[in-house]
């Protein structure tokens, strides 16, 4: 059997940087256990698998597609980048020539278009409440040490904790700090917490002017330390910083190693366009 994938680097016109996913594209059925062990196989954070939906369609015609995303252990319901690469190869390398195209997914439809060089993905917006320091001061701690909190947000439907660093601090500052993510897990006392987002406001002078905010997202509740860029993050940044900032258009930056830039754009019906650029960085056939 071959099938055929590609990994795309997605969130990023640069190869070797952005958030890298695996993309297989499915002719066929393929047996339910076959989809996890391609995806340990691969062990990148995930693995896409974009289906036909029904017999007559057509990678290249087709508008609407079954997607499913796999980490080395397990399905996610929800996954940005990897919906991101999986447009690309079908914009890219399939030449779909639709301007729009739906996944039918476990989180609902979701909806990719082009725009220029980039990708745009119609995602739901997750909105924040604050959050009590004493619940989860352990974990901010572990994560921050003594640095200063400016704001604490908790988003209960995506269980993410937000902890916005001070207005003082340089972006430098959130990209040079070590974390080491595994020891949330046993200062995470509340059950209620599977993501926390590090954000900092960004500066409008200074050689990295005209990127709104920066953060850094760590997940290791679902075994991924640090995570290089995320568009779920944003669902809920996006949000937060709308209201911080009185914007609805933010250009956003993730400060992990390989780093990654978002386009944002708040919908009027209570969704958000999170945009991003992608680089195809190999091609080939799996072959069992």
């Given at each position: 059997?071959?099938?055929?994938?590609?990994?795309?680097?997605?969130?990023?016109?640069?190869?070797?940087?952005?958030?890298?996913a695996a993309v297989c594209l499915l002719e066929n059925d393929?047996?339910?256990?076959?989809?996890?062990?391609?995806?340990?196989?691969?062990?990148?954070?995930?693995?896409?698998?974009?289906?036909?939906?029904?017999?007559?369609?057509?990678?290249?015609?087709?508008?609407?597609?079954?997607?499913?995303?796999?980490?080395?252990?397990?399905?996610?319901?929800?996954?940005?980048?990897?919906?991101?690469?999986?447009?690309?190869?079908?914009?890219?390398?399939?030449?779909?020539?639709?301007?729009?195209?739906?996944?039918?997914?476990?989180?609902?439809?979701?909806?990719?278009?082009?725009?220029?060089?980039?990708?745009?993905?119609?995602?739901?917006?997750?909105?924040?409440?604050?959050?009590?320091?004493?619940?989860?001061?352990?974990?901010?701690?572990?994560?921050?040490?003594?640095?200063?909190?400016?704001?604490?947000?908790?988003?209960?439907?995506?269980?993410?904790?937000?902890?916005?660093?001070?207005?003082?601090?340089?972006?430098?500052?959130?990209?040079?700090?070590?974390?080491?993510?595994?020891?949330?897990?046993?200062?995470?006392?509340?059950?209620?917490?599977?993501?926390?987002?590090?954000?900092?406001?960004?500066?409008?002078?200074?050689?990295?002017?005209?990127?709104?905010?920066?953060?850094?997202?760590?997940?290791?509740?679902?075994?991924?330390?640090?995570?290089?860029?995320?568009?779920?993050?944003?669902?809920?940044?996006?949000?937060?910083?709308?209201?911080?900032?009185?914007?609805?258009?933010?250009?956003?930056?993730?400060?992990?190693?390989?780093?990654?830039?978002?386009?944002?754009?708040?919908?009027?019906?209570?969704?958000?366009?999170?945009?991003?650029?992608?680089?195809?960085?190999?091609?080939?056939?799996?072959?069992?």
């Open positions: 059997m071959q099938i055929p994938i590609f990994t795309v680097d997605a969130f990023t016109n640069q190869p070797f940087s952005g958030n890298p393929l047996d339910e256990d076959l989809h996890q062990k391609i995806a340990t196989e691969m062990n990148l954070s995930e693995t896409a698998f974009i289906r036909k939906l029904h017999p007559g369609d057509d990678f290249t015609k087709s508008s609407y597609f079954g997607l499913r995303w796999f980490t080395p252990a397990n399905e996610v319901p929800l996954c940005g980048h990897a919906t991101l690469a999986a447009a690309a190869v079908l914009f890219h390398i399939q030449k779909n020539t639709n301007s729009v195209l739906t996944f039918v997914t476990l989180s609902g439809e979701l909806k990719a278009r082009q725009v220029e060089d980039h990708i745009v993905l119609d995602l739901p917006l997750y909105l924040t409440y604050p959050q009590v320091l004493q619940e989860v001061e352990e974990l901010i701690k572990a994560a921050i040490g003594d640095m200063i909190v400016q704001d604490l947000r908790y988003s209960p439907d995506t269980k993410k904790l937000l902890v916005r660093l001070s207005d003082a601090y340089e972006r430098s500052v959130l990209e040079e700090l070590q974390v080491s993510a595994q020891r949330f897990l046993s200062a995470e006392k509340t059950g209620k917490v599977k993501g926390l987002i590090l954000t900092l406001k960004g500066n409008s002078s200074g050689k990295h002017k005209g990127h709104d905010f920066y953060s850094r997202y760590f997940a290791p509740w679902y075994g991924v330390l640090e995570d290089p860029v995320t568009g779920s993050a944003h669902a809920v940044l996006s949000s937060y910083w709308s209201e911080q900032l009185g914007k609805k258009e933010m250009l956003a930056f993730q400060c992990s190693r390989r780093g990654g830039e978002l386009k944002i754009s708040l919908r009027n019906d209570g969704r958000v366009d999170i945009a991003g650029q992608i680089a195809i960085v190999l091609k080939g056939n799996l072959t069992f």
